[in-house]
Structures are given as C-alpha cells and as structure tokens.
C-alpha cells in the first residue's frame, strides 16, 4: 500500500532533480519508539495510541503516579508500560526515552495525536535520508472549542519530538522549559501534531495558576525578582504578538480569547512573583 501526501520542501542543499521519488510503505514497523508520558490520561490515551499503532516498532508509556484506568488503556494496546515517579518535565522525559529500545524516539503528551500528514511524512523520512539527520520538528496544531488554531501565539508551534537516542537529549530547567538538545541537523516535516489539550475553556482556565507555580519555583531557583516594567510590558507584549503580528485575528472569538487569556497568564505569573515577595499578615 503506498501513501501519498503534499511533497516536503526540499532540504538545505537538496536539487530538485537529486530527490526521488521513495515508495512509502504502511505495512513495515519503522525503527522508532514512541514515547508517551501521563498521568490519569486513560481518556486520551486510547486516541494517542490508535495514531500509532501498527507502524512503529515500540510504544513505551511512562505513568506518573497514575490512579485512574491509564495502566489497563496502555496495555490493552499493547504498549510496554512502566511506573515511575515525577521527576518534572525535563528529568522525566530522559528517563521515558531511556526505556526505549529502538534508535530513534517519538516523544508523545498523552492528549496528542499524530494525523495522516505527520505519519505519511514519518513513513518517508524513514524511508529516504533520515540517518544524515540527529532529529526532526513539525508543527503542532490545537483544537480548540470549534476550530483548528492556525495563527497566534499557538501554531505552527515547531515541536522538536523526534530524535535520535545517542545524539539528542531533553535539557533546559528542571521545571517548564525542557527543551530537546541535538549533535546534529534537524529536519524539518510539514504535518502536523494535532494536540487537544484543553477540551473545554473551564480546562484552560484551570491551567494557569499551575503555569504560575511552575513559574515560582523557576523564578526562585535562578534568583529572579518582581519587575514592574515586565509585569505590565510582557502581558501587553503578548497580545499584540499574538493578535496582531502573528495574525491571531483570523482565528475569530478563539483567537481573541487566546490572546487576551496569554497575557493574562503572564500578569498572573508575575503578580505572584509580586505577591511572593510582599505578602504580609495583616496590622492589627
């Protein structure tokens, strides 16, 4: 069976006449794992995994003090599924990548999925001239409420997922910003991940003040202070990048409310930086 998708933009120092065309096929496991790490995510999962069932040669799913069904989900698909503690986002990611066995990893959030396009693409990078390459990025794309987001702050969103084991690994601070680290260069894919992380508004609401806590413990581990300035210019900043520059407008209501909601997540993460360090019982 081959499958056929729009055709990548060619690659640094790739002639149109040098590529061709490569059979892409959906019946052969591809030397990947696919990671996965969760916690309480047995509605999501099945979704997740569906996406990449039959085409890769691993699913590992890594469970984080989990008390819901997540454990049976996973297993009932077939994926290899271990316990582990918290260790934050970065710490937690390298140990899921080290239970991997395959040389290539996939790394997966539980309420992602990879459509058509990605795995069309994915199939085709493993066929052609993945081994020059250390990794690869594709965008990320959000449902929310009635409508992929396509503009703002939220897409394309890059997301480095995919990696070699030996030449790649997750670094950045121990608390919201882990960022994958590679020797080597990056492809870039153009289908997308389709991410439903906030099912509802009541959902993204519920976010931010746990963003604001990660942002804390962030801010108090590098010795950071409360910055008026940053406080009123960054949530502005982010509005105006969001709405305007980045033409959040043409995502109608939703992309008003994300931008309007973005910096709103920023004053509240340095109003509790403010509070933090002035928080004082009341006089009597």
Sequence with gaps: MNLTSPTPPLRHGESRQQRRAVPVSSNTAIPLSVVI????????????????????????????????????????????V???????????????????????????????EVSPALKSDLLRFFAGDHERFAAARFPRKVW???????????????????????????????????????????????????HFSFPTLSSHVAKINPFADLFLQQQQAKGGRFSAGAAILRPAWRFFRAYVLRLGFLDGYPGLYIAWATAFGALVRYSRLYELENQRDPKP
Excluded: M
């Design 144 to 194: 929310f409420i009635d409508r992929w987001i396509t503009h703002g702050d939220w897409y394309p969103d890059l997301s480095l997922r995919l990696f070699r084991r030996d030449r790649a690994r997750w670094g950045g601070d121990a608390f919201v910003h882990e960022k994958l680290e590679c020797d080597g260069p990056i492809a870039t894919l153009r289908g997308d991940l389709h």
């Design 82 to 112: 271990h316990l582990l503690p918290w260790q934050g986002f970065r710490d937690s990611k390298n140990a899921a990548a080290a239970l991997a066995t395959q040389p290539w990893v996939l790394s997966l959030d539980a309420d992602e």
């Design 37 to 80: 790490i969760a916690r309480n995510e047995e509605k999501n999962l099945p979704r997740c995994l569906a996406s990449v069932q039959g085409w890769v040669t691993e699913i590992v799913v890594v469970l984080n003090d989990t008390t819901d069904g997540s454990e049976a989900v996973a297993k009932k698909s077939g994926a290899a």
